[in-house]
């Protein structure tokens, strides 16, 4: 079975929920996305779902991939990810976003009203091109990863990508929705805002939800050239309430960092607020030789979007797995402002394991941890990596796979830690 976790969120009382997709059982292509529910104990409960997993049978298809996962005020799990096109071209992707009732049994039928399936919404933000035979127009599509609960109101936000209107390329795509799964018009007037970064293939990623209505801060990066060459930047961007890139956000007061940090490739994948700071995890390097291994880096802004130089060197801290690779890919931060970051790194040249790395506030490593502040965890494969981490108190709930690179033999791991 390929089975893979890649989101993870806790709820009020602790149980968290993660979410990935699983693979049928008859050997087909075909996936569904599936939800599994860990007491605060870490145990899987039993009584959720079947057996303690549930898996969403309405959304199948060759290319599904689940990663986003929420659980509202109450008890009720949303869940997003790509799905494949009704209509267009066979290799056409949307937005789906899928509401469970609390006990996992079912879909909650009142979630998303007037849809063809109750309890799913599926968003076609835009119709997706076909790549050209020579590789010279690459795939644009609709595109999921992130998903946040607003708290107060329950209101869903996605983050996620679309092909550019008039263009082969991609912009970011935030969605926010209705508790209910229609879309929220106060948010950029119909609840879909877009950002075209230079006319290049963004790479969207997550957010993180400012309290008291203050907005929400999206991250992703955008590709360099290699002719003249021009590194892979961050993306950094603040909204408003409202759906509004925020004036007061960004080096050039334009609610946008977008800027070279290493010199060859800065990636953002995971965002997570220190006070009225922000902190990342991603992946880069300095050499634009593709023999050169990434490292993980993390980067540090401050609340107006400008890149905080007194965080670790310059204003990024790595993660090093010399001679090999490493790469970043979801962030926390403790009640004592110390950055926890997940991901994978290459023990050997070709075999990968998930880590879990743990900073100080000014992003040192964190030796009390582990050495060099980190730990590693052999899950059995060649490819293991942990994909996202969720923090109640002091315990950590992290969600990865091992992967043996062999087709067909993936299994989705769940990983609990308690810091002091």
């Known amino acids: ?213 203050g907005g929400v801060v999206v991250s992703g990066y955008v590709p360099g050239s290699t002719s003249p060459f021009a590194p892979t930047r961050p993306v950094l961007f603040k909204l408003t309430s409202a759906g509004e890139l925020d004036p007061s956000f960004g080096p050039d007061g334009g609610g946008i960092y977008s800027e070279p940090v290493l010199s060859a490739v800065t990636e953002i994948y995971g965002i997570a607020q220190q006070g009225a700071r922000f902190v990342t995890a991603g992946y880069g390097k300095s050499d634009p030789a593709n023999a050169v291994p990434t490292d993980v880096v993390s980067l540090r802004f401050g609340s107006s979007g400008t890149l905080d130089r007194s965080y670790a060197t310059d204003g990024y801290a790595l993660v090093k797995f010399t001679p090999n690779a490493s790469n970043g890919r979801a962030v926390t931060v403790l009640g004592d402002n110390r950055i926890v970051i997940v991901g994978n790194g290459q023990a050997t040249a070709g075999d990968s394991d998930g880590f879990v790395a743990i900073l100080s506030e000014n992003g040192r490593p964190d030796t009390t941890f582990g050495a060099e502040g980190r730990r590693t965890y052999n899950l059995g494969g060649k490819g293991d990596q942990f994909a996202d981490i969720a923090r109640f108190g002091n315990r950590l709930a992290i969600v990865g796979f091992s992967a043996t690179l062999d087709a067909g033999n993936e299994n989705g791991y769940a990983l609990f830690l308690t810091v002091p």
């Open 1 to 213: 079975m390929d089975d893979r976790l890649l989101g993870v969120a806790f709820d009020t009382s602790g149980n968290a929920f993660a979410v990935g997709i699983v693979k049928h059982a008859d050997g087909g292509a075909d996936f569904s996305p599936a939800v599994v529910k860990f007491l605060p104990t870490g145990e899987i409960d039993t009584t959720f779902g079947n057996n303690g997993v549930a898996v969403v049978p309405a959304v199948v298809g060759q290319g599904s991939n689940f990663r986003g996962i929420g659980v509202q005020s109450t008890g009720k799990i949303v869940i997003a990810g790509t799905v494949p096109a009704t209509v267009g071209l066979p290799n056409d992707r949307d937005v789906g976003v899928i509401r469970l009732n609390a006990d996992g049994k079912s879909l909650d039928s009142t979630f998303a009203p007037g849809s063809a399936t109750p309890g799913v919404r599926v968003i076609d933000l835009a119709q997706g091109n076909a790549p050209t035979t020579d590789g010279g127009l690459p795939t644009a599509r609709d595109d999921q990863y992130g998903l946040n609960i607003q708290p107060g109101d329950d209101k869903i936000i996605v983050v996620g990508a679309q092909r550019r209107t008039g263009g082969t390329d991609t912009d970011f795509a935030v969605i926010r929705l209705n508790a209910n799964g229609t879309n929220d018009p106060t948010f950029s007037g119909d609840g879909v805002f877009t950002l075209d970064i230079d006319q290049l293939n963004v790479s969207a990623r997550r957010a993180t939800v400012l309290a008291d209505g």
